[in-house]
């Protein structure tokens, strides 16, 4: 009965040892033994183990490997969970020596190194830059043990990281000729090494396979391929591949895929979008408010407003609801196309509707004060209710560059009194512009006031 108990105790404190070697808490696992040492729960090698893990981890190798000599002192041999473990921390360290000369300890002290053993080694090599050595390892294993699917996998992904994607490949099918089923890890390693290199064709070929071979690609797969895609310019392809992932249910929102679309755009891929979009709208993708937008916005930034409006009644009859930002793109694309009644109209529109207007406000002033249209901005600007620090800036910037500064500074100073931040560079202009038409003292006192303001409404 006390034998279970204690056989039971050290299993429940091999537990709290890992969870505060996992949580980083070195010093309280420590204490834990001792306690437990005190309470005649003796630590097994699975404690020493865990403890050895921790230590590499956080610590590094040399402090894992003095647990040894502790276990010698305690009685307890170390097995070949020890050796793997010291051997993945000197992986870490990118110290093939000491994984090396764990690889021989073990030996020497009898234990046979396992699959797990191996595959540590295989990693280091592979992580050093030494691919022919992990070859020889890798042979070693097949003679001796049999392999598992992680040393697959850590051969392959080894091969491609090194460069050797074709070897990688070969392998692949060498295992595969003798009955080795790919997990879908092992393909998704071998597809985005092919993207990486540029391999397009192999690429989609590995893709096909894997469709085909009975395994779902997961939304790894997809992403991948789908970004080597629109990378190599296959924006069909691309596309076709977007949609059948989300026919599948994998969340990979429009949203990301429009602002890949607006990385095109800036990268001056005008026509590699425009193609994108047509095929998107032939094949009838769903697109919701946040897509069109995006798409409202791009036309307009094109100066295409036309389209814009086209797309705003493609909106409408799908029966989707127009948001703020719709209303806000459409209104700044009419202030940059100079269409400046088109664009008062539309405001008023959308104040009636209820819509928060502030930033639509900002760039109809904005677009005035190019215009030079300087007070009518203003007279918009003080039936506002509602402004942020865009709006003062905008006007105090205008009315500098008109030398208006009197009414800059005033403004300036209100925003502050509004509790909002000005910037800068504004307010220097607004004092340099002071400076030049009016006395000192009204400069200086123009400073303290803004200080003062500063001082009392922030
Ligand atoms: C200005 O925009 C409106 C749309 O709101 C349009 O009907 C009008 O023709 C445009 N005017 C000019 C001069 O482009």
């Known amino acids: 009965m006390r034998r279970m108990f204690l056989r039971l105790s050290t299993k429940l404190l091999n537990i709290s040892i890992a969870s505060l070697c996992r949580a980083k808490q070195l010093e309280k696992a420590e204490a834990a033994i001792i306690d437990g040492i005190r309470l005649g729960v003796l630590p097994d090698v699975v404690t020493y183990n865990t403890l050895i893990t921790g230590y590499c981890q ?24 020890t050796y793997n473990s010291l051997m993945a921390g000197a992986t870490r360290q ?20 396992d699959v797990w053993s191996y595959n540590t080694l295989i990693h280091c090599f592979f992580k050093l830059g030494m691919p022919d050595e992990a070859y020889k390892i890798f042979h070693d ?69 894997l469709r085909e071979s009975g395994h779902a690609p997961n939304a790894i797969t997809y992403t991948t391929v789908m970004k080597s895609c629109f990378r190599y310019k296959h924006f069909k392809e691309g596309l076709e591949i977007f949609l059948e992932m989300k026919s599948k249910g994998y969340a990979y929102d429009m949203f990301s895929y429009c ?10 891929r005008r026509q590699d979008a425009n193609n994108c979009i047509a095929h998107m709208i032939k094949i009838g993708y769903e697109l919701d408010i946040a897509s069109y937008n995006t798409l409202i916005n791009w036309h307009c930034k094109e100066g295409k407003l036309e389209n ?55 760039c109809f002033i904005d677009a005035l004060c190019k215009v030079g249209r300087l007070d009518y901005a203003l ?14 800036s905008s006007l105090v910037h205008n009315l500098c560059r008109a030398r208006r500064y009197r009414l800059a500074a005033e403004l300036l100073l209100s925003c502050i009194k509004s509790g909002m931040k000005i910037l800068r560079s504004d307010q220097n202009a607004v004092v340099k512009g002071l400076s030049v038409t009016c006395s000192k003292t009204d400069v200086k006192r123009y400073k303290l006031k803004i200080r003062t303001a500063k001082l009392l409404h922030h």
């Open 379 to 392: 007279q918009v600007f003080h039936s506002m209710d509602i402004k942020d620090s865009f709006t003062y």
């Open 94 to 113: 990118h110290s093939i020596t000491h994984c090396l000369d764990m690889f021989e300890e073990m030996r020497e002290m009898g234990i046979n190194p």
């Open 141 to 209: 294993v097949l003679l001796n043990i049999s392999p598992c699917q992680a040393t697959f996998n850590i051969m392959i992904n080894g091969l491609c990281k090194n460069g050797c994607i074709n070897n990688a490949l070969m392998l692949f099918r060498y295992l595969q000729h003798h009955g080795y089923t790919p997990e879908i890890v092992t393909y998704n390693i071998l597809i985005n090494s092919l993207c990486k290199t540029g391999m397009w064709k192999d690429t989609m070929r590995l893709f096909e396979e």
């Open 308 to 362: 814009a409006y086209n797309l705003l009644n493609v909106v409408e009859e799908r029966g989707l609801d127009c948001d703020k930002y719709t209303h806000t793109i459409l209104i700044d694309g009419l202030c940059k196309a100079g269409n400046i009644s088109g664009a008062q109209r539309h405001l008023n529109q959308m104040q009636m509707m209820g819509f928060d207007c502030l930033v639509a406000f900002n």
């Open 259 to 268: 602002t890949f679309l607006g990385a095109l755009l800036k990268s001056g």
């Open 58 to 81: 956080f610590i590094g190798f040399d402090a894992g490997y003095s647990i040894i000599h502790r276990m010698k002192e305690a009685g307890i041999a170390p097995d070949v969970v």
